[in-house]
């Protein structure tokens, strides 16, 4: 069964800084991996979507790596704003979706 | 253009009662997944339809079902409702083919007391 695990579980940087944000899974068999962002008590809004042939994606200040053979995945987020603070969630599909137990993000102004 | 709608957002129940939830998908999306998500166990995913008929399904046990309209719209119903039912149930919406990029809902948020 896919496990998929994100590093760290919680994160609190100052407004302006760059982060990484990871995801690991164990099952390379993948058929894409999907970035999200979730405010408290909201749905799940979608960042980027990384198919299992492409290696990165871009849309504004994210960026997402994808690496199937590690089993590994990277979101990127520059300078990052108050606005960003939320639980940053990532997803692998094979024969359904499996979630990371997300990261917590918290950006001090 | 629209986005994927839920029904109702938030409900209270007792246990042993018996609840149906409902989803719009995006127009034109003929697949509709639902996921239940608990503090405690995070995002788990329940089934996915498409085209009428159930491609996937979850670890949960019979008590949860669903089903899908030929326009695409979904419903959930979980009979014998328990505390531990106490959950944000939210569906996803995409096209269904390859596999592509999915679409949640705000969520219903079920209370069992």
């Known amino acids: 069964k896919q496990e998929v695990t994100q590093i760290p579980a919680a994160l609190s940087v100052p407004e302006g800084e760059n982060l990484v944000l990871n995801c690991s899974f164990t099952?390379?068999?993948?058929?894409?991996l999907q970035w999200f962002r979730q405010d408290p008590g909201k749905g799940l809004t979608s960042l980027l979507l990384?198919?299992?042939?492409?290696r990165e994606q871009t849309s504004g200040r994210l960026n997402a790596s994808l690496d199937k053979s590690s089993g590994r995945s990277t979101l990127y987020i520059a300078a990052s704003q108050p606005g960003d603070s939320a639980t940053y969630l990532c997803?692998?599909?094979?024969?359904?979706?499996?979630f990371g137990t997300g990261t917590s993000l918290t950006v001090i102004p | 253009k629209a986005g994927v709608t839920q029904t109702p957002r938030y409900l209270i129940k007792t246990r042993g009662q018996q609840v149906t939830l409902s989803c719009s998908p995006i127009s034109g999306h003929r697949s509709v997944s639902w996921y239940q998500q608990t503090p405690g166990q995070g995002l788990q995913f329940l089934f996915e339809y498409f085209s009428e008929t159930q491609r996937n399904k979850g670890n949960f046990p019979g008590r949860f079902s669903g089903r899908q309209f030929s326009n695409s719209r979904s419903e959930m119903n979980v009979s014998t409702l328990e505390l531990g039912d106490s959950a944000l149930y939210l569906c996803a919406s995409s096209w269904g083919t390859d596999y592509n990029e999915q679409f949640f809902g705000p969520g219903t948020r079920l209370t069992v007391l």
């Open positions: 997803a692998v599909l094979g024969n359904q979706f499996y």
């Open positions: 990384i198919q299992s042939s492409q």
């Open positions: 099952d390379s068999a993948i058929y894409n």
